[in-house]
Antibody, heavy 125, light 110 residues
Framework: EVQLVESGGGLVQPGGSLRLSCAAS????????MHWVRQAPGKGLVWVSR????????SYADSVKGRFTISRDNAKNTLYLQMNSLRAEDTAVYYC??????????????????WGKGTTVTVSS | QSALTQPASVSGSPGQSITISCTGT?????????VSWYQQHPGKAPKLMIY???NRPSGVSNRFSGSKSGNTASLTISGLQAEDEADYYC??????????FGGGTKLTVL
């Protein structure tokens, strides 16, 4: 079964750091680009970051650029999000998601077809 | 990067059709055919319903269809069913960052 399981969320004070993990199983993790998407309580989805299959290329939303770092360990089938200088507005459920590979085998970089259940990050004093 | 603009809510009766709009700019929706739609039920992870403006992933009902005109994309759900009640989000590739989502639309099946 294809599965993504996030962990590492919790309560952290403003200015603090947290590292999220996303364990992948049931597919060849090293072949897929991956994304992080977050959702503040009662709010909509917000794209956070993406990484290519070998970890050599990354992109970030302006709101987290310079504070968050996405990375991956293909040997451990795990995606990470290192979050530093956390702010109250970073409070959200954080989802990791796998990019879609369509029926023709084409990688669809901008679409996410497998999602984890999310991990909750709360930034508060 | 500003979120794409969606109506906050839409509603329809079982069997009817509804359309949800998603308005962006020439830097995202209008400039590329990389528009997608996600369905999210309360407390659940999002589910990809439409990609590349109008393509359905395997397993998604053909009651869901997508289109685009200029800077506005649309999701149409025909033959509305109770289980379609959910939040719907559009997203697009954007030249300014990578991906941007809409603010979400709550669909109520009356």
């Amino acid at each position: 079964e294809v599965q993504l399981v996030e962990s590492g969320g919790g309560l952290v004070q403003p200015g603090g750091s947290l590292r999220l993990s996303c364990a992948a199983s049931g597919f060849t993790f090293s072949s897929y680009w991956m994304h992080w998407v977050r959702q503040a309580p009662g709010k909509g989805l917000v794209w956070v970051s993406r990484i290519n299959s070998d970890g050599s290329s990354t992109s970030y939303a302006d709101s987290v650029k310079g504070r968050f770092t996405i990375s991956r360990d293909n040997a451990k089938n795990t995606l990470y999000l290192q979050m530093n200088s956390l702010r109250a507005e970073d409070t959200a459920v954080y989802y990791c998601a796998r990019v879609l590979v369509d029926s023709y085998g084409r990688i669809q970089y901008y679409y996410m077809d497998v999602w984890g259940k999310g991990t909750t990050v709360t930034v508060s004093s | 990067q500003s979120a794409l603009t969606q109506p906050a809510s839409v509603s329809g009766s079982p069997g009817q059709s509804i359309t949800i709009s998603c308005t962006g700019t020439s830097s995202d929706v209008g400039g590329y055919n990389y528009v997608s739609w996600y369905q999210q039920h309360p407390g659940k992870a999002p589910k990809l319903m439409i990609y590349d403006v109008s393509n359905r992933p395997s397993g998604v009902s053909n009651r869901f269809s997508g289109s685009k005109s200029g800077n506005t994309a649309s999701l149409t759900i025909s033959g509305l069913q109770a289980e379609d009640e959910a939040d719907y989000y559009c997203s697009s590739y954007t030249s300014s960052s990578f991906v941007v989502f809409g603010g979400g639309t709550k669909l109520t099946v009356l």
